[in-house]
Nanobody, 117 residues
Framework: QVQLVESGGGLVQPGGSLRLSCAAS????????MAWYRQAPGKQRELVAA???????NYADSVKGRFTISRDNTNDTVYLQMNSLKFEDTAVYYC???????????WGQGTQVTVSS
């Protein structure tokens, strides 16, 4: 089994920055893709950014140019650097890890990000 532990959420003013971290622990799987999703109140969970083990990335259009996903393959940790935060970035952010074949698909507990003045 693989467990994901997220950290780094909090309250920030518009235009500010936060950095989220997600560390995977456990064994039995090779993690292929790690990603950040978010879910705002009353909305569906949406993909924010993803990164593969070869460090290929993709982003939601709404965060391109503001967020950067990165990954440390030596310890299966993924980061999300969030800059120029907007009110609409307020959500619970979830980390996700998947194996190449999909037999692993696990989620972190979520971390709250609130952008407010």
């Amino acid at each position: 089994q693989v467990q994901l532990v997220e950290s780094g959420g909090g309250l920030v003013q518009p235009g500010g920055s936060l950095r989220l971290s997600c560390a995977a622990s456990g064994s039995g799987f090779t993690i292929y893709k790690m990603a950040w999703y978010r879910q705002a109140p009353g909305k569906q969970r949406e993909l924010v950014a993803a990164i593969t083990s070869s460090l290929s990335t993709n982003y939601a259009d709404s965060v391109k140019g503001r967020f950067t996903i990165s990954r440390d393959n030596t310890n299966d940790t993924v980061y999300l650097q969030m800059n120029s935060l907007k009110f609409e970035d307020t959500a619970v952010y979830y980390c996700n890890a998947r194996s190449f074949g999909g037999s692993l698909n696990t989620w972190g507990q979520g971390t709250q990000v609130t952008v407010s003045s």
